[in-house]
């Protein structure tokens, strides 16, 4: 019979072996959620003239969102010839880390000042996975830097990788491929071809424990949803969204939509997933399940998109995101109506993140903004100058620190 003490032991050794997620961690893609809501975070009863700035660290070019995970921060950039994976500090901004390789920048219309990497690291099960502007996929201990593994695929679609990898149940998942432009198919990138692989590696090895072929990748990232008792990695393709089996890879459905470049992240509400993408408007699609078949079943479309480098947020049944003309906007997520439309412009971008009682955005034009959830119309709480060069890059909020990513430098902010 275990005694009072050996029972505490054995408690704590299991808390020990979990991974322990806290309320302020952001360790990956939008979030722990992959859906921009943040935790633990209380507007302030004044909003305050200015925010404090903490400190500031060049980490190199690039569009990639930097993540945070306890009281380290994780960013991939591109520096001279090498993409640079570096780990922070989040209290001081100090360098703890980097880890580089040679790669060759994103070239052509989408180099110049986005020559960098664009996919945002995940961090999780003491590893961290990053995917390169040319397709270079690496799995890094997350506390000490040792390359478990780094995967060269020589692939990549026709602007260059932009899918975020996912990390779950010990594995990595991560949208392979080179290939169409367009809803149509296009030419690809240096071994290109049009086609595309979903694959789960195996977190410790890099071995691969499955592979889904299908459509080259798109530029919007992969979520992961239990829907109908199944656990399921829905993305989308150059031409459409499906949904694939988290246990073994196997199709469960798909859903057409090809916009122009499909750049933006699937948003799930229950069972139902909503998709937007400059000119074909916004579509919300059910997923249904009868026995073991699944099917989709189109709910509603709307002619309003969001700007092809936004995916909305959903709060409380509204969604609320930046037009194609960069105007903030709220649409219904039960019927697709346009609620209203803000008039000033806000730069090429930008993130929305839904934090407590407001809506917290970061648009491109180097402005942090807050602005209160409504259906009614668009309220301003406040709005602060965060950066000094073009801030594409979706931001860390987390209490009362706010964490910018501009071209080259990541910096702290602070609602003293």
């Known amino acids: 019979m275990k005694t009072a003490a050996t029972r505490v032991i054995a408690s704590c050794a299991l808390l020990i072996c979990c991974q322990v997620v806290r309320a302020q961690d952001w360790p990956q893609w939008r979030g722990p959620n992959r859906d921009n809501h943040v935790a633990g975070f209380t507007a302030p ?7 404090s700035r903490k400190w500031s660290t060049p980490v190199g070019q690039g569009d990639s969102s930097p993540v945070l995970v306890g009281d380290k921060i994780y960013v991939l950039g591109r520096q001279g010839d090498e993409e640079v994976i570096s780990c922070l500090d989040a209290s001081s901004g100090k360098i703890l880390w980097q880890d580089k390789y040679a790669s060759e920048p994103a070239a052509g219309a989408a180099g110049g000042p986005h020559a960098g ?4 690291p995940a961090v999780a099960e003491g590893k961290v996975c990053t ?6 996929l690496s799995c890094l201990d997350a506390n000490t830097a040792k390359v478990h593994w780094r995967k060269d695929t020589k692939l990549w679609p026709t602007f260059f990788t932009a899918a975020s990898p996912v990390i779950v149940d010990g594995k990595c998942i991560a949208y392979i491929g080179g290939g169409g432009m367009f809803g149509k198919g296009g030419k690809g990138g240096k071994g290109g071809g049009g086609k595309g692989e979903i694959v789960a590696f195996n977190l410790a090895t890099g ?10 990748p798109a530029y919007g990232s992969p979520v992961l949803a239990t829907i109908h008792g199944v656990k399921q990695i829905i993305t ?4 459409s969204l499906v949904g694939i089996d988290f246990a073994g890879g196997k199709q469960l459905w798909q859903f057409d939509f090809a916009s122009k470049q499909n750049t933006g992240s699937p948003i799930i509400d229950r069972s ?3 998709y937007t993408g400059p000119p074909d408007g916004t579509v919300a699609f059910s997923i249904e399940r009868e026995n073991n078949k699944f099917t989709t079943k189109e709910l509603w479309r709307s002619k309003q998109s ?19 003309g960069s105007n903030f906007y709220c649409m219904s997520a039960k019927t ?4 209203w439309t803000d008039k000033e412009r806000r730069g090429e971008c930008g993130a929305i993140l839904s934090a407590g009682r407001v809506l917290l955005a970061l648009t491109s034009d180097q402005r942090l903004i807050a602005f209160q959830p409504s259906e009614k119309d668009y309220a301003e709480l406040a709005r602060y100058d965060v950066a000094e060069s073009p801030t594409w890059a979706y931001p860390i909020v987390a209490g009362k620190r706010v964490y910018v990513k501009d071209q080259n430098s990541i910096t702290q902010w602070t609602m003293d």
Request: charged share 20%.
């Open 45 to 51: 009863a004044a909003w305050p003239k200015e925010l």
């Open 117 to 120: 990497p664009r996919a945002t």
């Open 131 to 136: 995917f390169g502007v040319r397709g270079i």
């Open 207 to 216: 071995e691969p424990t499955w592979t889904w072929t299908g459509d080259s």
């Open 236 to 239: 989308p393709t150059v031409k």
């Open 272 to 274: 139902t997933v909503i």
């Open 306 to 324: 969001a700007h092809r480098y936004n995916t909305p947020v959903l709060k409380d049944g509204f969604l609320y995101g930046l037009t194609t």
């Open 336 to 339: 697709g109506d346009v609620l």
